[in-house]
């Protein structure tokens, strides 16, 4: 009869990872659009890689993107702001861009109300009053930005045999 072979079933660590292109942080992986598209279509780019457009669920997250689009929009309801997987925005986790002149969101028409539609989509970072930002603007839709996804990472154990 075999005796019962014992193997030790310690803590195996994980090694957390992320695909080709995608970069790891914290618990995420993120995908910085080298080239620029319009909101829905990045939104699409990111679904096709098993992604979506970020959503900031922390100030850390907040603080690593910078000028791109993200998962937030009030495409549905003018001033109803929501991410790309349907949850509202908290309001104590916004970061629109405030200034006495500036005030965002603005849902602007632009300088001859070219853009009737206003401004639905959101993108991060703008050069503004000489500083940069990293502030949030709402922006037309249709305009071409640079967008960034994200996913959770994959993670593989990492055991010596
Ligand atoms: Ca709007
Ligand atoms: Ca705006």
């Not at 992986?29 to 080239?35: G, K, L, Q, T």
């Not at 503004?128 to 930002?133: I, S």
């Not at 839709?141 to 640079?146: A, G, R, V």
Request: aromatic share 10%; proline share 4%.
């Amino acid at each position: 009869m075999l005796e019962n072979v014992h193997v030790p079933i310690g803590p195996c660590p994980m090694k957390l990872h992320c695909d080709t292109d995608w970069e790891l942080n914290g618990t995420k992986c993120y995908y910085f659009s080298p080239n620029k598209l319009s909101w829905s279509h990045s939104k699409k780019k990111c679904v096709n890689m098993s992604g979506h457009l970020v959503k900031i669920d922390s100030r850390e997250e907040q603080v690593l993107i910078d000028k791109f689009w993200i998962g937030l929009t009030d495409s549905e309801t003018e001033g109803v702001w929501k991410w790309t997987d349907g949850s509202s925005l908290d309001p104590n986790l916004t970061f629109w861009f405030k200034t006495k002149q500036n005030s965002e969101p603005d849902n602007w028409t632009g300088h001859n109300k070219e853009n009737l539609n206003g401004e639905d989509c959101v993108r991060m970072g703008e050069k503004a009053d000489g500083f940069e930002t990293k502030c949030w603007f709402d922006q037309d839709c249709n305009s071409s930005q640079h967008y960034i996804c994200e996913k959770n990472t994959a993670s593989s154990p990492n055991c010596i045999k």
